[in-house]
């Protein structure tokens, strides 16, 4: 990455620096990230360079930030020193697509929201350089050290288990009204798809990810520094940052369980250990469904964990809970899991981890990758036909048979059976 053509470094302290141009040099880089900072921001007082002084408005936030500057602090992710972005701030029309730009892009319908997050990452790192930089040297361009590397062998061959998208067949409003209430309809529509091999890259580095916070980490991939943090895959989606319980998860921390297995199963059982799938309401089954591929993934659909139970509860009952913490936490989870030789479980969040790279910068390709088949789509589950009569259960299966015996039984022993026994054998014999 190229250094500041004044020979500072970015992030000192410029009202203090010995050079006379730097302050100045400094304030004219600022604004592009800042949308109350205008280029001609003043320069320090020592400096001799006439500089039109700015309106009243903008002083305010440049002083502001030149403050933080003035802190000599690397930011520690970019979701605390970037605004959000919105489709609506860059119309696609205005946009100057180059070919770098373009590769690999998202669907249109988000692709503005990555574009312009994408350009304001660059300048970002423009000033701060060591954003991009591993502090340790690197074993090759793909891996952080020989032992990624080592792990990539193992995860070369293993599996995935890709997203999907809401099928547009699913016209249900009180899924869609519950989804939008929850704030989870774009973790079901914003979905493309991905590099295989780029995300076993991500993988077999996240083990040695950097991190000055535990929730806020650098993983290297294909020579440069990514953020993974909670908070920027809530930016992904524009999801908000709800509070989380620090010491635990936030689905182990709900303690009413109870209500979750009364919700769920619409009060046919009052344990979580007694919900089944088979009892699960039209809606909460839709929302099964997704979780499966989009929230917890997994390859059991049958089984119902304590956690993928409050995770319906919450989401049906339109509770707040932090969609990116989740998917932070189960990564990390798989990573560990993963990338040994008797490992046998599927790479999880396949597509966000690919959109969530490509979401800070272009991503190289390289000679062998394969992007996956587009993201197939959700289907209503067929219902089940209403039976009529009693409900069948072991009890009366077992009293069918114990009768349907007992009748044979004594069908055997009456005259009229050992009569037509008697009669069959005869007619065999004269025939």
Known sequence: MSQPNDGSRPGQSQLSSAHPTSAATTSHAIPSLFSGAKSGAPPAKKSRSKVVSPSPEVYPALTRFLRRLSSAQVPLSYSACLPEVSEAQVPLGQLHLSDDTTESSPPPEFLNRYILQRRRIADLIRRFPELNRPATPIFSSRFISAQAAERFQFLHGQAFIPMKILSAEIQNDDVRSILFRADLLPTVTEIDSFIETMVKEFYANLPEAEGRDSEVLRV???????????????????????????????????????????????????????????LLGDIITVLH????????????????????CVLLYLIAKGERLNFGKIVFDEIRSCASRSGAASSTDCLIFPNLIDQLLRFQRVIPSLTGDVLSSTPTMFVTPEATAPTSGPSLTLAADLAHLAHSATTIMQRFSSKSFLFLVYFSVSHLFFI
């Open 289 to 308: 469904q997704i979780s499966c591929f989009n929230w917890l993934p997994s390859t059991n659909h049958r089984a119902l964990s304590p956690d993928r």
């Open 220 to 278: 290297f991939v294909r020579g440069s520094m990514y953020e993974f943090s909670p908070s920027l895959i809530n930016r992904l989606f524009q999801l908000p940052n709800e509070p989380y319980p620090l010491n635990t998860s936030q689905l182990r921390a709900f303690g009413d369980l109870d209500a979750v297995a009364a919700l769920l199963t619409d009060g046919q059982v009052s344990t979580v250990a007694e919900v089944s799938t088979g």
